[in-house]
């Protein structure tokens, strides 16, 4: 394995644009990543795996604030807890919207609810 890994590479590798890598080093989510002789940036393996973090607590819809909230904070009790709870909170969403919408597709496929089970509109023996 490689020390280091140009920007390209590492979009390539976690599958999001150079672009929101340059964004997420502008907001502040990763330290200011220093150029080499040949003006080319470099990520060294724990530069990828904080980014690597950035994306997945994005691919769950953490807000960038919220994440700059946990790197900021050198507190790991503090960043479980803030992440325990975006998690629960996002779960609960989850939840709430599949009740929601379960009902919704089973009424249009001809299943009516009766309380909180199905039951067919027209029973067959």
Sequence with gaps: ???TYSVGEVAKLLQISIHTIHYYEKVGLLPKIDRLENGYRYFDTE???RLKGIVLLRACGMS???ILKIHQDNSIENNLN???VFLISRFHEFEIQSQQEVPMKFQASGVKL????YSPKSPTI
Excluded: E, R, T, Y
């Design 1 to 3: 394995m490689k020390d």
């Design 47 to 49: 530069s990828i795996l």
């Design 64 to 66: 960038i604030d919220n």
């Design 82 to 84: 803030l992440i325990v």
């Design 114 to 117: 009766s309380g909180s089970l």
